[in-house]
């Protein structure tokens, strides 16, 4: 059965840096493109970023230059470098893979189960 793992979320003074990581474990065939989302209370679930196989990314404008997400694709891995945090980037921060278990072959999304980001002012 696929898994998908955070770590690393935690609490942060603003202008403060964390690393969140993100493991896909299980009979797992291909992965194309990982990302991360987060949910504020009260608020949507949102996209922050996301990155393909071939390591091309696509960022949220409200995090672009402070953040950066990156992959290890030999360790089913995606991390998200936040760095000049801000107060309003408190969220839970969920991971995603679009993958391809070795069975059943289908391909879909699988979602982590969240880590809390709290960043004080």
């Known amino acids: 059965q696929v898994q998908l793992v955070e770590s690393g979320g935690g609490l942060v003074q603003a202008g403060g840096s964390l690393r969140l990581s993100c493991a896909a474990s299980?009979?797992?065939?291909?992965?194309?493109?990982m990302g991360w989302y987060r949910q504020a209370p009260g608020k949507q679930r949102e996209l922050v970023a996301t990155?393909?196989?071939?390591?091309?990314?696509n960022y949220a404008d409200s995090v672009k230059g402070r953040f950066t997400i990156s992959r290890d694709n030999a360790k089913n891995t995606v991390y998200l470098q936040m760095n000049s945090l801000k107060p309003e980037d408190t969220a839970v921060y969920y991971c995603?893979?679009?993958?391809?278990?070795?069975?059943?072959?289908?391909?879909?999304?699988?979602w982590g189960q969240g880590t809390q980001v709290t960043v004080s002012s």
């Open positions: 995603n893979a679009v993958l391809t278990p070795t069975w059943p072959v289908y391909t879909r999304t699988y």
């Open positions: 990155i393909t196989s071939g390591g091309s990314t």
């Open positions: 299980g009979s797992i065939f291909s992965i194309k493109d």
